[in-house]
Protein backbone atom coordinates (compact mmCIF):
# COMPACT_ATOMS: atom_id res chain seq x y z
CA UNK A 1 0.00 0.00 0.00
CA UNK A 2 0.87 3.15 -1.32
CA UNK A 3 1.78 5.89 1.99
CA UNK A 4 1.93 9.74 1.23
CA UNK A 5 4.84 11.82 3.40
CA UNK A 6 3.89 15.48 4.49
CA UNK A 7 6.36 17.57 3.07
CA UNK A 8 9.46 18.02 1.08
CA UNK A 9 10.94 16.59 -2.47
CA UNK A 10 10.05 13.06 -0.71
CA UNK A 11 6.17 14.10 -0.84
CA UNK A 12 5.97 15.44 -4.14
CA UNK A 13 8.26 12.07 -5.66
CA UNK A 14 5.52 9.83 -4.02
CA UNK A 15 2.89 11.57 -4.96
CA UNK A 16 3.99 11.93 -8.43
CA UNK A 17 4.64 7.73 -8.68
CA UNK A 18 1.28 7.44 -7.34
CA UNK A 19 -0.34 9.77 -10.22
CA UNK A 20 1.82 7.49 -12.75
CA UNK A 21 0.80 4.08 -11.14
CA UNK A 22 -2.84 4.87 -11.08
CA UNK A 23 -2.62 6.08 -14.89
CA UNK A 24 -0.77 2.93 -15.21
CA UNK A 25 -3.34 1.09 -13.95
CA UNK A 26 -6.26 2.34 -15.32
CA UNK A 27 -4.82 1.47 -18.94
CA UNK A 28 -3.91 -2.12 -18.38
CA UNK A 29 -7.19 -2.26 -17.22
CA UNK A 30 -9.15 -0.68 -20.07
CA UNK A 31 -6.57 -3.18 -21.97
CA UNK A 32 -7.61 -6.23 -20.53
CA UNK A 33 -11.78 -5.16 -20.84
CA UNK A 34 -10.66 -4.59 -24.24
CA UNK A 35 -8.75 -8.18 -24.90
CA UNK A 36 -11.65 -9.96 -22.87
CA UNK A 37 -14.26 -8.11 -25.49
CA UNK A 38 -12.33 -9.32 -28.34
CA UNK A 39 -11.79 -12.65 -27.48
CA UNK A 40 -15.96 -13.21 -26.81
CA UNK A 41 -16.59 -11.15 -30.13
CA UNK A 42 -13.72 -13.80 -31.53
CA UNK A 43 -15.05 -16.99 -29.75
CA UNK A 44 -16.95 -19.42 -31.92
CA UNK A 45 -20.75 -19.23 -32.24
CA UNK A 46 -22.80 -22.21 -32.48
CA UNK A 47 -23.14 -22.54 -36.41
CA UNK A 48 -27.16 -22.44 -38.13
CA UNK A 49 -28.22 -25.90 -38.44
CA UNK A 50 -30.44 -27.25 -41.64
CA UNK A 51 -30.55 -29.03 -44.94
CA UNK A 52 -27.70 -30.28 -46.71
CA UNK A 53 -27.47 -32.39 -49.28
CA UNK A 54 -24.85 -35.72 -49.48
CA UNK A 55 -22.50 -37.14 -52.10
CA UNK A 56 -23.92 -41.00 -51.87
CA UNK A 57 -24.65 -44.20 -53.75
CA UNK A 58 -27.68 -46.61 -54.40
CA UNK A 59 -26.85 -50.02 -54.67
CA UNK A 60 -28.79 -52.80 -56.10
CA UNK A 61 -27.64 -55.52 -53.45
CA UNK A 62 -24.52 -55.38 -50.69
CA UNK A 63 -22.73 -58.11 -53.07
CA UNK A 64 -22.13 -55.20 -55.19
CA UNK A 65 -20.71 -53.35 -52.51
CA UNK A 66 -18.02 -55.84 -51.48
CA UNK A 67 -17.24 -56.72 -55.25
CA UNK A 68 -15.69 -53.27 -55.50
CA UNK A 69 -18.99 -52.36 -57.33
CA UNK A 70 -20.06 -48.66 -57.89
CA UNK A 71 -23.29 -47.25 -57.33
CA UNK A 72 -26.00 -45.28 -58.86
CA UNK A 73 -24.77 -41.34 -57.44
CA UNK A 74 -28.06 -40.49 -55.14
CA UNK A 75 -27.85 -36.82 -53.28
CA UNK A 76 -28.57 -38.16 -49.99
CA UNK A 77 -30.74 -34.96 -48.21
CA UNK A 78 -30.05 -34.85 -44.52
CA UNK A 79 -30.82 -32.23 -41.56
CA UNK A 80 -27.66 -31.23 -39.75
CA UNK A 81 -28.33 -29.16 -36.29
CA UNK A 82 -25.72 -28.18 -33.63
CA UNK A 83 -26.05 -27.53 -29.84
CA UNK A 84 -26.81 -24.45 -28.86
CA UNK A 85 -23.53 -23.90 -27.07
CA UNK A 86 -20.18 -21.99 -28.02
CA UNK A 87 -17.50 -24.55 -29.30
CA UNK A 88 -14.82 -24.31 -32.03
CA UNK A 89 -15.27 -27.89 -32.90
CA UNK A 90 -18.21 -30.65 -31.99
CA UNK A 91 -18.51 -34.08 -31.37
CA UNK A 92 -21.63 -35.62 -33.52
CA UNK A 93 -23.55 -38.45 -33.90
CA UNK A 94 -25.26 -39.98 -37.11
CA UNK A 95 -28.72 -41.42 -36.06
CA UNK A 96 -29.72 -43.96 -38.33
CA UNK A 97 -33.63 -44.69 -38.41
CA UNK A 98 -35.74 -47.69 -38.42
CA UNK A 99 -37.40 -49.58 -41.46
CA UNK A 100 -40.45 -47.30 -40.66
CA UNK A 101 -38.59 -44.53 -42.12
CA UNK A 102 -37.56 -41.60 -39.89
CA UNK A 103 -39.37 -40.36 -37.01
CA UNK A 104 -39.65 -36.68 -35.07
CA UNK A 105 -40.93 -39.19 -32.24
CA UNK A 106 -38.10 -41.90 -32.15
CA UNK A 107 -34.66 -40.57 -34.01
CA UNK A 108 -35.72 -36.80 -33.68
CA UNK A 109 -35.97 -37.48 -30.04
CA UNK A 110 -32.54 -38.71 -29.54
CA UNK A 111 -31.57 -36.23 -31.32
CA UNK A 112 -32.80 -33.45 -29.16
CA UNK A 113 -30.89 -35.49 -26.68
CA UNK A 114 -27.87 -35.84 -27.89
CA UNK A 115 -27.64 -31.87 -28.88
CA UNK A 116 -28.91 -31.50 -25.16
CA UNK A 117 -25.60 -33.40 -24.17
CA UNK A 118 -23.35 -31.05 -26.30
CA UNK A 119 -23.48 -33.29 -29.64
CA UNK A 120 -23.98 -32.06 -33.56
CA UNK A 121 -26.39 -34.14 -35.20
CA UNK A 122 -27.51 -35.46 -38.55
CA UNK A 123 -30.15 -37.05 -39.29
CA UNK A 124 -31.90 -38.41 -43.10
CA UNK A 125 -34.15 -40.45 -44.43
CA UNK A 126 -33.07 -43.04 -46.89
CA UNK A 127 -35.64 -45.43 -47.60
CA UNK A 128 -38.86 -43.69 -49.09
CA UNK A 129 -36.35 -40.93 -50.51
CA UNK A 130 -35.88 -43.69 -52.73
CA UNK A 131 -38.89 -44.75 -53.85
CA UNK A 132 -39.75 -47.61 -51.40
CA UNK A 133 -42.91 -47.62 -49.16
CA UNK A 134 -43.08 -50.86 -48.13
CA UNK A 135 -39.85 -52.02 -46.88
CA UNK A 136 -41.71 -52.44 -42.80
CA UNK A 137 -43.78 -55.21 -44.65
CA UNK A 138 -41.12 -56.45 -48.09
CA UNK A 139 -38.02 -56.34 -45.84
CA UNK A 140 -34.90 -54.71 -46.64
CA UNK A 141 -33.02 -57.14 -49.08
CA UNK A 142 -32.55 -54.74 -51.60
CA UNK A 143 -31.45 -51.80 -49.42
CA UNK A 144 -28.42 -53.17 -47.34
CA UNK A 145 -25.60 -51.89 -50.19
CA UNK A 146 -27.47 -48.78 -49.75
CA UNK A 147 -28.17 -47.92 -46.45
CA UNK A 148 -24.32 -48.74 -45.60
CA UNK A 149 -23.12 -46.51 -48.27
CA UNK A 150 -25.08 -43.56 -46.55
CA UNK A 151 -23.74 -43.77 -43.33
CA UNK A 152 -20.43 -43.93 -44.40
CA UNK A 153 -21.10 -40.92 -46.45
CA UNK A 154 -22.45 -39.26 -43.70
CA UNK A 155 -19.09 -40.35 -41.97
CA UNK A 156 -17.12 -38.39 -44.64
CA UNK A 157 -19.33 -35.40 -45.02
CA UNK A 158 -18.69 -34.47 -41.42
CA UNK A 159 -15.38 -35.32 -41.08
CA UNK A 160 -14.79 -32.50 -43.52
CA UNK A 161 -16.92 -29.69 -41.88
CA UNK A 162 -14.98 -27.42 -40.04
CA UNK A 163 -16.95 -27.25 -37.23
CA UNK A 164 -17.32 -31.24 -36.93
CA UNK A 165 -14.48 -32.76 -35.00
CA UNK A 166 -13.41 -35.81 -37.30
CA UNK A 167 -12.09 -37.85 -34.46
CA UNK A 168 -15.40 -37.96 -32.43
CA UNK A 169 -18.06 -38.87 -34.85
CA UNK A 170 -20.13 -41.47 -33.47
CA UNK A 171 -23.06 -43.80 -34.77
CA UNK A 172 -26.26 -44.85 -33.58
CA UNK A 173 -29.10 -46.28 -35.27
CA UNK A 174 -32.56 -48.08 -34.35
CA UNK A 175 -33.99 -51.69 -35.41
CA UNK A 176 -32.92 -51.64 -39.65
CA UNK A 177 -30.75 -48.68 -38.72
CA UNK A 178 -29.60 -50.57 -35.39
CA UNK A 179 -28.46 -53.49 -37.85
CA UNK A 180 -26.77 -50.75 -39.97
CA UNK A 181 -24.62 -49.63 -37.14
CA UNK A 182 -23.47 -53.23 -36.61
CA UNK A 183 -23.36 -53.87 -40.43
CA UNK A 184 -20.91 -51.23 -40.86
CA UNK A 185 -18.78 -51.97 -38.20
CA UNK A 186 -17.69 -54.91 -40.26
CA UNK A 187 -14.00 -53.68 -41.85
CA UNK A 188 -14.96 -55.89 -44.94
CA UNK A 189 -18.05 -52.92 -45.02
CA UNK A 190 -15.80 -49.85 -44.40
CA UNK A 191 -12.94 -50.64 -46.59
CA UNK A 192 -15.31 -50.47 -49.88
CA UNK A 193 -16.35 -46.77 -49.20
CA UNK A 194 -13.28 -45.56 -47.08
CA UNK A 195 -9.69 -45.17 -48.36
CA UNK A 196 -7.37 -44.53 -45.77
CA UNK A 197 -8.09 -45.36 -41.76
CA UNK A 198 -11.19 -42.95 -41.66
CA UNK A 199 -13.92 -44.90 -39.32
CA UNK A 200 -16.72 -44.15 -37.15
CA UNK A 201 -15.21 -43.47 -33.04
CA UNK A 202 -18.16 -45.60 -31.85
CA UNK A 203 -21.48 -47.70 -32.68
CA UNK A 204 -24.82 -47.66 -30.58
CA UNK A 205 -26.72 -50.76 -32.22
CA UNK A 206 -30.34 -49.95 -30.80
CA UNK A 207 -32.36 -53.31 -30.70
CA UNK A 208 -30.96 -54.34 -34.23
CA UNK A 209 -32.78 -57.06 -36.01
CA UNK A 210 -29.96 -59.19 -36.04
CA UNK A 211 -29.70 -60.49 -40.29
CA UNK A 212 -25.50 -59.60 -40.70
CA UNK A 213 -22.41 -61.52 -39.43
CA UNK A 214 -19.14 -61.65 -40.50
CA UNK A 215 -16.40 -64.28 -41.06
CA UNK A 216 -13.83 -64.45 -38.17
CA UNK A 217 -10.27 -63.14 -38.77
CA UNK A 218 -7.60 -60.58 -37.33
CA UNK A 219 -9.70 -57.80 -39.45
CA UNK A 220 -13.10 -58.96 -38.87
CA UNK A 221 -14.18 -55.16 -37.63
CA UNK A 222 -12.97 -52.00 -38.21
CA UNK A 223 -11.46 -52.39 -34.21
CA UNK A 224 -13.92 -49.23 -33.23
CA UNK A 225 -16.08 -50.13 -30.21
CA UNK A 226 -19.72 -51.92 -30.57
CA UNK A 227 -22.94 -51.24 -28.05
CA UNK A 228 -25.82 -53.49 -28.63
CA UNK A 229 -28.77 -51.77 -26.78
CA UNK A 230 -30.79 -54.96 -26.50
CA UNK A 231 -34.76 -56.11 -25.77
CA UNK A 232 -35.04 -59.08 -23.12
CA UNK A 233 -38.22 -59.68 -25.29
CA UNK A 234 -37.38 -59.18 -29.02
CA UNK A 235 -39.05 -61.85 -31.27
CA UNK A 236 -37.53 -60.26 -34.21
CA UNK A 237 -34.38 -59.83 -33.29
CA UNK A 238 -33.40 -62.54 -30.57
CA UNK A 239 -30.61 -61.95 -28.15
CA UNK A 240 -29.28 -65.47 -29.10
CA UNK A 241 -28.57 -64.62 -32.24
CA UNK A 242 -25.92 -61.59 -31.71
CA UNK A 243 -24.60 -64.16 -28.45
CA UNK A 244 -23.89 -66.80 -30.88
CA UNK A 245 -22.03 -64.17 -33.09
CA UNK A 246 -19.44 -63.18 -30.73
CA UNK A 247 -18.95 -66.65 -29.27
CA UNK A 248 -18.36 -67.73 -33.12
CA UNK A 249 -15.35 -64.81 -33.03
CA UNK A 250 -13.89 -65.68 -29.74
CA UNK A 251 -13.91 -69.50 -30.43
CA UNK A 252 -11.81 -68.56 -33.74
CA UNK A 253 -9.23 -66.43 -31.86
CA UNK A 254 -10.61 -63.03 -32.13
CA UNK A 255 -13.06 -61.75 -30.10
CA UNK A 256 -15.27 -59.43 -31.12
CA UNK A 257 -15.33 -55.55 -29.69
CA UNK A 258 -18.65 -55.70 -28.59
CA UNK A 259 -20.62 -55.56 -25.41
CA UNK A 260 -24.27 -55.62 -24.33
CA UNK A 261 -26.89 -54.08 -22.28
CA UNK A 262 -30.07 -55.78 -21.84
CA UNK A 263 -33.11 -54.07 -20.77
CA UNK A 264 -35.32 -57.61 -19.87
CA UNK A 265 -38.99 -56.43 -20.01
CA UNK A 266 -38.20 -54.67 -23.11
CA UNK A 267 -39.52 -55.25 -26.55
CA UNK A 268 -38.88 -54.54 -30.10
CA UNK A 269 -39.18 -50.60 -31.14
CA UNK A 270 -39.16 -49.31 -27.02
CA UNK A 271 -37.84 -46.08 -28.46
CA UNK A 272 -40.92 -44.38 -30.24
CA UNK A 273 -43.52 -43.10 -28.60
CA UNK A 274 -45.91 -43.69 -31.31
CA UNK A 275 -45.72 -47.15 -31.11
CA UNK A 276 -48.15 -47.85 -28.08
CA UNK A 277 -49.04 -50.06 -25.99
CA UNK A 278 -47.24 -53.50 -26.79
CA UNK A 279 -49.02 -55.72 -29.84
CA UNK A 280 -47.85 -58.28 -32.41
CA UNK A 281 -48.11 -57.15 -35.68
CA UNK A 282 -48.20 -60.27 -38.31
CA UNK A 283 -47.60 -58.63 -40.94
CA UNK A 284 -44.16 -57.50 -40.16
CA UNK A 285 -40.95 -58.67 -42.54
CA UNK A 286 -38.40 -60.26 -39.89
CA UNK A 287 -35.49 -62.52 -39.81
CA UNK A 288 -35.97 -63.72 -36.21
CA UNK A 289 -35.93 -67.85 -37.09
CA UNK A 290 -33.30 -67.54 -40.19
CA UNK A 291 -29.48 -67.93 -39.80
CA UNK A 292 -27.17 -64.78 -39.85
CA UNK A 293 -25.57 -63.97 -43.09
CA UNK A 294 -22.15 -64.31 -42.75
CA UNK A 295 -19.96 -61.61 -45.20
CA UNK A 296 -17.07 -63.09 -46.62
CA UNK A 297 -14.98 -61.18 -48.80
CA UNK A 298 -16.79 -60.98 -51.66
CA UNK A 299 -19.84 -63.24 -51.13
CA UNK A 300 -22.16 -64.59 -48.47
CA UNK A 301 -22.75 -67.29 -46.49
CA UNK A 302 -24.91 -68.76 -43.54
CA UNK A 303 -23.60 -68.74 -40.07
CA UNK A 304 -25.93 -71.51 -37.49
CA UNK A 305 -24.97 -72.38 -34.50
CA UNK A 306 -21.53 -71.17 -34.97
CA UNK A 307 -20.99 -73.17 -37.97
CA UNK A 308 -20.74 -71.77 -41.32
CA UNK A 309 -22.86 -72.87 -44.04
CA UNK A 310 -23.20 -72.83 -48.09
CA UNK A 311 -25.80 -69.60 -48.94
CA UNK A 312 -29.20 -70.99 -49.96
CA UNK A 313 -32.11 -68.67 -51.17
CA UNK A 314 -34.03 -70.79 -50.91
CA UNK A 315 -33.70 -71.71 -47.13
CA UNK A 316 -33.50 -67.79 -46.65
CA UNK A 317 -36.95 -67.47 -48.19
CA UNK A 318 -38.48 -70.21 -46.38
CA UNK A 319 -37.04 -68.71 -43.14
CA UNK A 320 -38.14 -65.03 -43.95
CA UNK A 321 -41.73 -66.40 -44.43
CA UNK A 322 -41.40 -68.41 -41.12
CA UNK A 323 -40.41 -65.63 -39.41
CA UNK A 324 -42.87 -62.65 -40.37
CA UNK A 325 -44.49 -60.65 -38.13
CA UNK A 326 -43.30 -59.23 -34.15
CA UNK A 327 -43.89 -57.38 -31.57
CA UNK A 328 -43.57 -53.58 -30.55
CA UNK A 329 -44.15 -51.68 -27.83
CA UNK A 330 -43.01 -47.86 -26.66
CA UNK A 331 -41.42 -48.03 -22.91
CA UNK A 332 -40.46 -44.47 -21.98
CA UNK A 333 -38.48 -45.78 -18.82
CA UNK A 334 -36.23 -48.42 -20.77
CA UNK A 335 -36.07 -45.05 -23.69
CA UNK A 336 -34.88 -43.04 -21.19
CA UNK A 337 -31.96 -45.28 -19.77
CA UNK A 338 -31.42 -46.28 -23.36
CA UNK A 339 -29.97 -42.97 -24.11
CA UNK A 340 -28.33 -42.76 -20.87
CA UNK A 341 -26.76 -45.47 -21.12
CA UNK A 342 -25.71 -44.75 -24.90
CA UNK A 343 -24.49 -41.31 -23.90
CA UNK A 344 -21.93 -43.02 -21.30
CA UNK A 345 -20.62 -45.39 -23.44
CA UNK A 346 -20.20 -42.42 -25.91
CA UNK A 347 -18.51 -40.30 -23.93
CA UNK A 348 -16.37 -43.17 -22.59
CA UNK A 349 -14.83 -44.16 -25.71
CA UNK A 350 -14.74 -40.74 -27.46
CA UNK A 351 -13.93 -38.31 -24.28
CA UNK A 352 -16.41 -35.45 -22.32
CA UNK A 353 -17.41 -32.98 -24.02
Known sequence: MLQTVSSGLGGRAVAKSFGIASAWAISVAWACVFIAFMGTAARAEPPEGGTVSIESATYKTLTDVIRGEKGEPFALEANLQFPDIEKERYPAVVLLHTIGSYRESNEGWYAEQYRKAGFATLTYESIKTRGMHDAHTRGAGPLWGSLAADAYSALKFLAAHPRIDPKRIAVTGYSLGGEVTRLISFEVVRKAFIE????????????????WAVMAGERSFTGVPVLEQLAGKDDCGPIAKTEMHVAYHKANGHPAPVTFVIYPEAHHNWSDSTAGPTKFYPSLASPAKCPLVLLRETTYSFLRDGTE???????????????RGYTRGFDAGVRDQSFADALAFMRKVMGEN
Open 196 to 211: GDQKYAAHVAVYPCHT
Open 309 to 323: EPWDRGQWNDCTKES
